[in-house]
């Protein structure tokens, strides 16, 4: 062939080269192995010498060719490569930036935050139970005799004959003693979810009780009293009043119900406090001998008192909300408005 031919054939294969692997067979066929321009240089040998001067000159201006036209589309592919990248990569600085969606503290996590800081500043230590727990620690060493309305199967739900999801935070107790025999003074409080049979704007199936329980060997109840009035002043205001009123719970004896002065009308009367001035936020009482000694605790030597308030209430005062069941749904809507700046 001569070195026209070559380099018009070179051209035309050139022109289909469309990526880095076309243009890779294409020097192949040229320079590699078996290629067209390897094939001539193997033919040196049976030129006769007196030609193998001008053959060897043709050799090379072709090697030259070939090979500067290889480069030279090696660079333009490279070159256009490097054009789609940045092409693809490009970023338009005008368009708006993406919003950064700010988390909330959920206002329940809130309220058990500001207790829990406050009974710890009062040296108590904060403990969680599990949600399932047994019949015997939510029932029978609570002092809540077999029979007892509690145990009813119309308010708890029994997941089997002995488990089942408590009802209510008091099992923290009785997991509390008997993990400490005889330590004193014992000081705990336990926020926790807890379940029942209940469905309605007031009542939710899920709620936040905030048991407390403090054992020792001079426990009395006017211990109880002075901690539930810090208690109450410091979470709903100093104005506010604290009322005992005489009450019956299995675990505690004596025990009471404690009312504080209504949060919405400050006492006068309202629809919240339906007319009475006062909202009942919790029982308490001074810890019944019987469950003392059930979990370890000798009832000779120590006393102690124990107050469970449901807490729910208290995070719908001091955020208005008026359906408990929004506590509990997870609606973004509902949670973004407890935006920390805004509420503090
Ligand atoms: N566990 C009771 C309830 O769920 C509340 C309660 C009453 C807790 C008296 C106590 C207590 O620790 O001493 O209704």
């Not at 090697?63 to 030279?72: D, Y």
């Not at 708890?156 to 509390?176: E, G, I, M, N």
């Not at 109880?224 to 208690?231: A, D, I, Q, S």
Request: net charge negative.
């Amino acid at each position: 062939m001569e070195r026209e031919d070559i380099i018009k054939s070179l051209n035309k294969d050139l022109e289909s080269v469309k990526n880095k692997n076309d243009l890779a067979q294409v020097k192949a066929n040229y320079l590699g192995k078996n290629g067209i321009v390897t094939n001539l240089s193997l033919k040196m040998k049976e030129i006769p010498n007196e030609e193998k001067k001008e053959y060897g000159k043709f050799l090379n201006e072709i090697k030259v060719s070939v090979t500067e036209k290889l480069e030279n589309c090696a660079s333009s592919i490279e070159q256009q490569e490097l054009e789609e990248k940045l092409n693809k990569e490009k970023i338009d600085i005008t368009l708006p930036s993406r919003r950064k969606m700010k988390g909330s503290i959920h206002p329940m996590t809130r309220v058990v935050e500001e207790l829990e800081d406050l009974f710890v500043s009062m040296g108590y230590d904060v403990v969680s139970g599990p949600e399932i727990d047994t019949d015997l620690n939510c029932f029978t060493k609570l002092n809540l005799p077999e029979g007892h309305p509690a145990r009813d199967s119309q308010d708890t739900f029994y997941l089997d004959k002995d488990y089942l999801l408590r009802p209510h935070t008091s099992p923290a107790q009785v997991r509390t003693m008997e993990a400490n025999v005889n330590k004193e003074p014992l000081r705990i409080v336990c926020p926790g979810k807890v379940y029942r049979r209940d469905d309605d704007a007031t009542h939710s199936h899920q709620f936040m009780q905030f048991e407390g329980l403090v054992v020792g060997e001079d426990i009395s109840l006017a211990d109880l009293k002075g901690t539930l009035e810090l208690f109450a002043k410091k979470l709903l205001g100093e104005k506010t009043k604290v009322r005992f009123r005489p009450s019956y719970f299995p675990f505690t004896e004596p025990s009471c119900e404690v009312d504080v002065s209504c949060f919405k009308c400050g006492g006068k009367g309202c629809s919240l406090c339906k007319q009475t001035g006062w909202i009942e936020v919790l029982g308490a009482g001074v810890v019944h001998p019987n469950v003392l000694k059930m979990s370890g605790y000798d009832p000779e030597k120590y006393t102690g008192f124990a107050f469970g308030p449901g807490i729910d209430r208290f995070a719908m005062f001091k955020y208005g909300i008026t359906d408990i069941r929004q506590i509990y749904t997870n609606d973004i809507r509902f949670l973004e408005q407890f935006d920390r700046k805004d509420v503090d």
